[in-house]
Structures are given as structure tokens and as C-alpha cells.
């Protein structure tokens, strides 16, 4: 596996609280991701970073927000949880922005 | 949306048989990537094909790109039962190839 971890790997939460999701690669590369992964709707764009303090929306990005300070952490947010947030998260880095690489996932329950 | 459509969405196949699955996109493309993802872990790239090539092997896997239909397809030949997984493709957009839209992803069982 690329040098890509992400924590917590699992988190039951309660509707409201708010959530942190970490990515840490230790790669230096310059692009992270950070999808959802639902049945039905396969992988999903969340936001995406190309640079520290660089970071761009995805396809589902309402509800999350992120930040990277540093090149190999790249953090999620969800700012209040939702039920419809309870999903699979994974984090993915890319040196070229082409092939991807990606953690091994973050299960995500929203009570 | 800018998914596009895998088919079938699960196929069960013997030992020893060939696998195709087949992608669909919509958009002009920079190039055509195909990962696996086994039960329960990240996905795992597989193999890149760009824009300008029509057929790409790597090993048991063969994949070919018609930017005409805007298609493409996977096959691995004589399947083991380690390739069971779900395999997606994905594509980078023309002008924006640093992000990934990945189609919903093929189940494929290899029973022994």
C-alpha cells in the first residue's frame, strides 16, 4: 500500500456533533481527495487539494469542508452530522493527478 | 452528473473463464483509468489508458478505449478466484485530469 493512513478507521457519532476525518500520506504528494462511497452511487468527489491551503469543491461537497496546512495531512470536516452522511470515506493522493492511491477507508455511522 | 455506467453491475463467472466488464463516460476525456477494490479496502489501480490509445495489456488484463462511443472495456483472462472484487473505471476530464469521475463499479465473483 502507498504510504497513505487515515483515522479514525471507524466512528459512530450522533446527528449534529461535528466530525474530523484525517488523511496523512507520507508520500509528498501533491494531490489528496477525499471521496464517499455509497451503494448505488459507487465513489464519490467530496473536495480535493492540489497544494497546501489549496483546495477545490467536488461533486457532493455540501455538508464538508476541508483544510490542508501541511502537505501530508488533509482533513475532512462535516460541521454538524447528518444521517445522510453515514458512509464510507476514503482518502486518495495522486503526484501527477493521474493514477490515485488510496487509504483504506474510514466507516462512518450517523446516529 | 457526470458519472458514467459500468455493465454489467455483477457477473459470476468459473475459474479459468474470461471477464469483460464495460464503462461508458460522457464527457471528452484526458485518459481512462480501471481500478479493483476488494470487500472491505481502498481501491487499487490497475491500469491507465490514454485518450490516444486504443488498447492497452498489462498481464492477464486487457483494456480497450473507443473515444468515438465514448466506451471501454476490461477484460481479464483466465479469472482466478482472487480477482473476486469490484472493479470501476474512471476518467480525468479534458482541461481538469487531476480529478477522477468514477463509474459505479462492476461485482465480479470468480467461484473455484
Known amino acids: 500500500d502507498a504510504g497513505i493512513t487515515q483515522s479514525p478507521r471507524h466512528k459512530v457519532t450522533e446527528t449534529g456533533t461535528p466530525v474530523t476525518l484525517r488523511c496523512h500520506q507520507t508520500e509528498n504528494h501533491r494531490y489528496m481527495y477525499w471521496y464517499r462511497q455509497d451503494p448505488g452511487h459507487g465513489l464519490r468527489l467530496i473536495h480535493y487539494?492540489?497544494?497546501?491551503?489549496?483546495?477545490d469543491k467536488g461533486e457532493v461537497s455540501d455538508g464538508y469542508s476541508v483544510s490542508r496546512s501541511k502537505t501530508e495531512d488533509f482533513l475532512l470536516t462535516l460541521e454538524s452530522a447528518t444521517s445522510s452522511q453515514t458512509s464510507v470515506y476514503f482518502c486518495?493522493?495522486?503526484?501527477?493527478?493521474?493514477?490515485?492511491?488510496f487509504g483504506p477507508g474510514t466507516r462512518l455511522t450517523v446516529t | 452528473s457526470q458519472q458514467g455506467e459500468e455493465d454489467p453491475q455483477a457477473l459470476s463467472i468459473q475459474e479459468g473463464e474470461n471477464a469483460t466488464m464495460n464503462c461508458s463516460y460522457k464527457t471528452s476525456i484526458n485518459n481512462l483509468q480501471w481500478y479493483r477494490q476488494n470487500s472491505g479496502r481502498g481501491l487499487v489501480h490497475l491500469i491507465l489508458?490514454?485518450?490516444?490509445?486504443r488498447e492497452k495489456h498489462s498481464g492477464r488484463l486487457r483494456v480497450t478505449l473507443d473515444t468515438s462511443k465514448k466506451s471501454s472495456s476490461l477484460l481479464i483472462t483466465a479469472s482466478r478466484a482472487a480477482d473476486t472484487a469490484s472493479y470501476f473505471c474512471s476518467w480525468g476530464t479534458q482541461g481538469g485530469s487531476e480529478k477522477l469521475v468514477f463509474g459505479k463499479g462492476t461485482k465480479l465473483t470468480v467461484n473455484p
Open positions: 487539494s492540489y497544494g497546501v491551503k489549496d483546495t
Open positions: 489508458i490514454r485518450s490516444n490509445e
Open positions: 486518495a493522493i495522486s503526484r501527477q493527478g493521474n493514477e490515485q492511491y
